[in-house]
């Protein structure tokens, strides 16, 4: 089955930085887009980066231009966050996500998240 693993979250000071790797099994990893999505207790999950399947496109949140960066490893199944300049204002539990196209249906997978708290 689809599984989405993150992991590199942790506490770090402002200014900081942190990795986040989201090691994916169970499907044809080099297929769809990878994206990272976070989320704050109360508020809708948002989505803070993106990478089309062959890495050649990216997309960032306005929030996070400049300081994060999407990358992946289609060889070794991973997608990674590397976050930079870290603000106190980017702790949230940040999820891996893919999702493709079936006929009539659109799959949708997550992973259990990762905590990135940014507090001196």
């Known amino acids: 089955q689809v599984q989405l693993v993150e992991s590199g979250g942790g506490l770090v000071q402002p200014g900081g930085s942190l990795r986040l790797p989201c090691a994916a099994s169970?499907?044809?990893?080099?297929?769809?887009?990878m994206r990272w999505y976070r989320q704050v207790p109360g508020k809708q999950r948002e989505l803070v980066a993106s990478i089309s399947s062959t890495g050649g496109t990216t997309n960032y949140a306005d929030s996070v231009k400049g300081r994060f960066t999407i990358s992946r490893d289609n060889a070794n199944n991973t997608v990674y966050l590397q976050m930079n300049s870290l603000k106190p204002e980017d702790t949230a539990v940040y999820y891996c996500?893919?999702?493709?196209?079936?006929?009539?249906?659109?799959?949708?997978?997550w992973g259990q998240g990762t905590q990135v708290t940014v507090h001196s």
């Open positions: 996500n893919a999702e493709w196209w079936t006929p009539m249906k659109l799959n949708t997978y």
């Open positions: 169970g499907f044809t990893f080099g297929r769809p887009a």
